[in-house]
């Protein structure tokens, strides 16, 4: 099937008579890189379900106004990167923990989860990167598994270029310590 460009999905969604059409292509065309997106994030297959629901209801809801200064999944990630954080913190204020505890938590749903079909080495990269602050894991993941350019993490979290570099490369340093320490070679 062809890949249907941003700017015709935006055309197609200002008309009402084709606005179904559009979203149904701009949800073809994004909803698995954000629901990984998400699900790397929030770690639960369900939490990352509903919040992937939301994150398309708000963009149903706003698209008429996105102003094409960014890209389309620019914009889109920004929204599911607000709503993960929001959602992450929610969670440490309900049940009363530091954000370490709820990295833990998610550690131990990773671990637990029925969904998640990684090797040894694939777990414990994931248990790597919920020790790291939250920042951190958030820049690994875009650039790492999202395969983003740092100019598009720099319009997606508001951050200069040089920020994410140094956050990049920490969070890796960490990685490959947590990773040695628990005697993973590769």
Same mark, same amino acid.
Request: hydrophobic share 40%; proline share 1%; aromatic share 12%.
């Given at each position: 099937?062809?890949?249907?460009?941003?700017?015709?999905i935006i055309?197609?969604?200002?008309?009402?008579?084709?606005?179904?059409?559009?979203?149904?292509?701009?949800?073809?065309?994004?909803?698995?890189?954000?629901?990984? $997106?998400?699900?790397?994030?929030?770690?639960? $297959?369900?939490?990352?379900?509903?919040?992937?629901?939301?994150?398309?209801i708000k963009?149903?809801?706003?698209?008429?106004?996105?102003?094409?200064?960014?890209?389309?999944?620019?914009?889109?990630?920004?929204?599911?990167?607000?709503?993960?954080?929001?959602?992450?913190?929610?969670?440490?204020?309900?049940?009363?923990?530091?954000?370490?505890?709820?990295?833990?938590?998610?550690?131990?749903?990773?671990?637990?989860?029925?969904?998640?079909?990684?090797?040894?080495?694939?777990?414990?990269?994931?248990?790597?990167?919920?020790?790291?602050?939250?920042?951190q894991r958030?820049?690994?993941?875009?650039?790492?598994?999202?395969?983003?350019?740092?100019?598009?993490?720099?319009?997606?979290?508001?951050?200069?270029?040089?920020?994410?570099?140094?956050?990049? $490369?920490?969070?890796?340093?960490?990685?490959?310590?947590?990773?040695?320490?628990?005697?993973?070679?590769?």
């Amino acid at each position: 099937m062809k890949q249907v460009e941003d700017d015709e999905i935006i055309a197609k969604f200002s008309e009402e008579r084709t606005r179904n059409e559009a979203f149904n292509l701009l949800i073809t065309k994004y909803q698995e890189k954000t629901y990984w $997106h998400i699900r790397r994030l929030v770690i639960d $297959h369900d939490d990352a379900d509903d919040l992937v629901q939301e994150v398309f209801i708000k963009v149903w809801k706003n698209l008429s106004k996105f102003r094409s200064d960014s890209k389309l999944y620019t914009w889109i990630y920004r929204i599911a990167t607000n709503d993960c954080i929001t959602f992450l913190n929610k969670k440490k204020q309900r049940n009363n923990i530091p954000l370490d505890d709820v990295s833990a938590e998610l550690s131990e749903s990773l671990v637990a989860s029925s969904y998640f079909n990684g090797d040894k080495i694939q777990m414990k990269l994931q248990q790597a990167l919920l020790t790291l602050p939250e920042k951190q894991r958030l820049i690994f993941n875009m650039k790492y598994y999202d395969e983003l350019k740092y100019e598009e993490i720099s319009d997606i979290l508001g951050t200069s270029v040089g920020a994410l570099k140094a956050s990049f $490369h920490i969070a890796v340093k960490k990685i490959e310590v947590f990773m040695l320490n628990e005697d993973i070679t590769f």
